[in-house]
């Protein structure tokens, strides 16, 4: 695994272990993320997918709706673990939700097979939508 800071360790160990909650019998792609707020809390989603494949929720909608109710709108650090190798970024709907709280984010992409990409948001998503 890539030089990681203590915290940025614990962030990646709480993505892998959401993605295991993860409720994926539909596709069976099964994603984990973990969102660290300005202040260290960490918030986790999972996705949850549905009969209706319209209603599934990304993990890291998840994540951020967690935080949001929890009273945090200020983000420090994302990581978001997949099976994918390299391991896989966020959809857009999962950028655009980001954007609509951070300017810029740090994001550690993974897997459990130990790999990990630092990239950033404004890397991701260069021209959101803002009205
Ligand atoms: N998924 C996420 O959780 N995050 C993303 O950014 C993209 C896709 C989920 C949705 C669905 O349950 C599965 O991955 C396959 O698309």
Redesign the pocket.
């Known amino acids: 695994m890539a030089k990681l800071e203590r915290k940025e360790q614990g962030l990646v160990e709480r993505a892998l272990d959401s993605r295991e909650r993860a409720y ?1 019998p ?2 069976g ?1 099964r ?1 984990g993320a973990a969102l660290r707020a300005v202040g260290g809390e960490i918030f986790c989603g999972c ?1 949850v ?1 549905n009969a209706s494949y319209g209603a ?1 929720i ?3 909608r998840g994540a951020v709706l967690a935080a949001v109710a929890a009273g945090c709108q200020s983000f420090e650090q994302l990581a ?1 673990a997949t099976e994918s190798s390299p391991p ?1 970024p ?2 857009g709907l ?1 950028l655009q939700v980001l954007v609509e709280f951070c300017d810029d984010l740090s994001i550690l992409l993974v897997n459990p097979r130990g790999e990990v990409v630092h990239t950033r948001l404004s890397r991701l998503i260069p021209k959101p939508f803002s009205g």
Do not use: D, Q
Request: net charge negative; hydrophobic share 30%.
């Open positions: 994926a539909y596709s792609y994603v996705n997918e599934t990304c993990a890291e978001i896989a966020p959809c999962c």
